[in-house]
């Protein structure tokens, strides 16, 4: 068995990697290829946190996954990580576990990757301002995921909290300088959605964290972080001015999130306003985007699909390098 830790898996796996190993799942949920059982949540209430078990398999691939994420948001305050996540790595053919990968990292890459992915197919083209809202441990992989996508010219960066925006900011910058683009703090979510032609939410908010209403013409939104009933990052307004509207996997999201919940339970959209999931585009059963002017909007709440393709081509890359190390 071999363990990969995140300084393992960086050295072989990059955001562009996990874009494309995104695309590929997402084309196996939309073609059932991959069988994903509900994911089994535990509630652990003595201490206000849930163990999640979410199990995927791949047949055509030969693998099987489980990814082992509990949340637990007192850790915060004794300085250990409130989602700690393992993935599991199985061996189709023979049931033997084959690696234990740093579960956290790989959801953050897979999570920022499907924005990447939602840019790179629908975003129009010429892009140049790109806006971030949410500041948390998803943000960094987000951030660099619409770099890779898109070149553009400045990133806004909005957080509730004015230090950590500005301290998350000059990070970023530093890290991510290789891309050219200037990542600045904004005050507010309206200064960073100004101009904006793609727009990432990632937070764990209940109510709307921009206005939809001043969303320009052309841009391309990805709400990442409502993944239960009650969170609505999303403006409700944008969805009636959007052309289109996507999803990583349809079933999820309308079983989750409150960002298409709840505008349906208060009639703002129908499922007739649905156009598909982005694996349809992927595959040319739905249109993506067809002009310049067109508002599109995507919507995710992440798939074990995305878990598994990226800890395969994580663990090929690894036994290739020479990397991680052996257990057992």
């Known amino acids: 068995m071999l363990l990969l830790s995140r300084e393992d898996i960086k050295k072989v796996f990059t955001i562009k990697d996990a874009i494309e190993a995104d695309k590929k799942a997402f084309q196996y949920v939309v073609e059932g290829k991959c ?3 509900l994911r089994t949540n535990i509630q652990a209430p003595k201490y206000d946190g849930c163990f999640l ?6 047949e055509e691939m030969d ?6 994420i509990n949340i637990f948001p007192h850790n915060i305050d004794n300085g250990i990580p409130s989602s700690p996540a393992q993935v599991l790595l199985i061996d189709g053919k023979t049931g033997l576990v084959t690696a234990v990968l740093d579960g956290t990292y790989v959801t953050q890459l897979r999570t920022g990757a499907a924005s990447g992915a939602a840019f790179d197919v629908l975003a129009k083209k010429d892009c140049r301002i790109g806006a971030l809202i949410g500041t948390g441990g998803q943000a960094p992989t987000q951030l660099e995921a619409m770099l890779a996508a898109r070149k553009l010219e400045e990133v806004r960066v ?3 909290n004015p230090e950590r925006t500005k301290a998350f900011a000059e990070q970023m910058q530093e890290e991510l300088k290789a891309y050219g683009t200037r990542i600045v703090a904004a005050a507010s979510s309206d200064e960073a959605i100004d101009d904006a032609d793609l727009i990432i939410t990632v937070t764990p908010s209940s109510k709307p964290v921009f206005d939809g209403t001043k969303v320009k013409a052309g841009a391309t939104i990805s709400c990442v972080g409502a993944y239960q009933h009650h969170m609505q990052e999303m403006d409700p307004a944008i969805l009636p001015r959007a052309s289109k509207i996507y999803f990583d996997s349809r079933e999820a999201v309308l079983s989750e999130s409150g960002d298409i919940l709840i ?8 499922e007739k306003d649905f156009t598909g999931n982005l694996g349809d585009v992927l595959l040319g059963k739905v249109v993506g985007r067809e002009n310049d002017d067109e508002i599109i909007v995507f919507e995710t709440v992440g798939v074990a699909a995305q878990d598994l393709v990226a800890a395969k081509e994580i663990y090929d890359k690894a036994v290739e390098a020479g990397v991680g190390i052996q257990w057992g």
């Not at 078990?53 to 791949?58: D, I, V």
């Not at 505008?263 to 129908?270: A, K, N, Q, R, Y």
Request: aromatic share 12%.
């Open 263 to 270: 505008p349906l339970e208060e009639g703002i959209i129908t």
């Open 53 to 58: 078990f979410m199990p995927a398999y791949l």
């Open 158 to 160: 909005y957080d509730m």
């Open 35 to 37: 069988e994903i059982p």
């Open 63 to 68: 693998t099987a996954s489980l990814k082992i």
